[in-house]
T-cell receptor
Framework: SAVISQKPSRDICQRGTSLTIQCQVD?????MFWYRQQPGQSLTLIAT?????????ESGFVIDKFPISRPNLTFSTLTVSNMSPEDSSIYLC???????????FGSGTRLTVV | AQSVAQPEDQVNVAEGNPLTVKCTYS??????LFWYVQYPNRGLQFLLK??????LVKGSYGFEAEFNKSQTSFHLKKPSALVSDSALYFC???????????FGTGTRLLVSP
């Protein structure tokens, strides 16, 4: 399985600012995924990020609010823009290894917006 | 669209007793099914998956799950619960035609000494 390094592990941010979360994988992977877990809730997929193309966003999530970069096969970033307290959540990146059916998750970024 | 249901918000069991955490799914074709566990302030840890083959799948930490196609279920089981098993458990499903993983709402397992 892959090893994912996700940074930062947690942050407290002022409303109106932006935070960029990084996800580094130790293997080359085609698809990377970004999830949000609101307090006491399940995981919701924000978008799927493929290298060399624009991310595909799920219903309810837009690129202006959650821009994603995928510059190569081992790295991706998610930015949470113009934050409000409602954005306080855990954000997780995930990868699916090519040829495997399992999914590996990063340790998550716990974001608190004040 | 694929979906997962975890009907129990919380399951309580005494240490040493068997445990079951329920999961039912809905997909248009044959599913890939997964169980993950989340400990406080931690990310998701993979427990086991069903892709094909034997309906009984064995995973990490003594957990197993049984795939039942007729009942569209994939219940998580363990013969003897440990206090350290107390955590949040998520069932997830993926349609074979898509990469997206859809999660259930989670079940909190509380194992009492």
């Amino acid at each position: 399985s892959a090893v994912i390094s996700q940074k930062p592990s947690r942050d407290i941010c002022q409303r109106g600012t932006s935070l960029t979360i990084q996800c580094q994988v130790d293997s080359q992977v085609t698809m990377m995924f970004w999830y949000r877990q609101q307090p006491g809730q399940s995981l919701t997929l924000i978008a799927t990020a493929n290298q060399g193309s624009e991310a595909t966003y799920e219903s309810g999530f837009v690129i202006d609010k959650f821009p994603i970069s995928r510059p190569n096969l081992t790295f991706s970033t998610l930015t949470v823009s113009n934050m409000s307290p409602e954005d306080s959540s855990i954000y997780l990146c995930s990868v699916a290894l090519d040829g495997d059916y399992g999914y590996t998750f990063g340790s998550g970024t716990r974001l608190t917006v004040v | 669209a694929q979906s997962v249901a975890q009907p129990e918000d919380q399951v309580n069991v005494a240490e040493g007793n068997p445990l079951t955490v329920k999961c039912t799914y809905s997909v248009s074709g044959n599913p890939y099914l997964f169980w993950y566990v989340q400990y406080p302030n931690r990310g998701l840890q993979f427990l086991l998956k069903y892709i094909t083959g034997d309906n009984l799948v064995k995973g990490s930490y003594g957990f197993e799950a049984e795939f039942n196609k007729s009942q569209t279920s994939f219940h998580l089981k363990k013969p003897s619960a440990l206090v350290s098993d107390s955590a949040l458990y998520f069932c997830a499903v993926r349609d074979r035609g898509f990469q997206k993983l859809v999660f259930g709402t989670g079940t909190r397992l509380l194992v009492s000494p």
